[in-house]
């Protein structure tokens, strides 16, 4: 088949060629820009991802340091508590008539005040003093004498105070038996 194209159908066709070459240049430059503001975008939400990823890494780290302090302070807590109830304890035994505590002397001068003798060898132990050390009656020297002294106290409760544990044997008078 044959067809003839007239000037003016060749001139409308070109016409029409180059609107269609315009448009399609339009809608290129379009989908251009569409595909460049789709990157930038996806580069945006990329960045907020790695960004929300790692405070949520730091967030954790945080998280995790602030649970191993709780466990810490609630752990210094409980035994702040099992200490406290040991205290009151022995606060409660010390007010008790006719129990016994121990006076540390060193070099003649109130050092602690201890429970139980067992207590005072052990402080003493603290300070140098081996536990195989023998400790022997006090004699009549004065407590300055010794490097280290014990001396035995019974709470007296009629008397509203201590009295020693050992009382010295009275003398007899004048003969008396």
């Given at each position: 088949m044959i067809r003839l194209v007239t000037g003016a159908r060749l001139h409308q066709l070109e016409t029409d060629a180059a609107?269609?070459?315009?448009?399609?240049?339009q809608a290129s430059a379009a989908a251009a820009e569409e595909f460049r503001s789709h990157?930038?975008?996806l580069f945006?939400?990329?960045?907020?991802?790695?960004?929300?990823?790692?405070?949520?890494?730091e967030v954790g780290e945080l998280l995790s340091a602030a649970l191993a302090e709780l466990a810490d302070a609630q752990q210094e807590l409980l035994l702040n508590g099992i200490a406290l109830r040991r205290l009151r304890e022995e606060l409660a035994g010390a007010r008790e008539s006719g129990r016994e505590l121990t006076l540390l002397l060193h070099h003649g001068q109130p050092h602690t005040i201890?429970?139980?003798r067992e207590d005072a060898f052990a402080d003493t132990a603290t300070h140098g003093v081996p536990n195989t050390a023998r400790w022997v009656p006090c004699d009549e020297r004065p407590a300055a004498a010794?490097?280290?002294?014990?001396?035995a106290f019974i709470r007296e409760g009629s008397a509203c105070g201590f009295r020693p544990a050992v009382m010295p044997v009275p003398e007899p008078v004048g003969g008396a038996a």
């Open positions: 609107t269609a070459r315009e448009q399609a240049r990157v930038r975008e945006a939400a990329t960045a907020r991802a790695e960004h929300a990823e790692t405070a949520t890494r201890c429970p139980s010794f490097t280290w002294r014990l001396e």
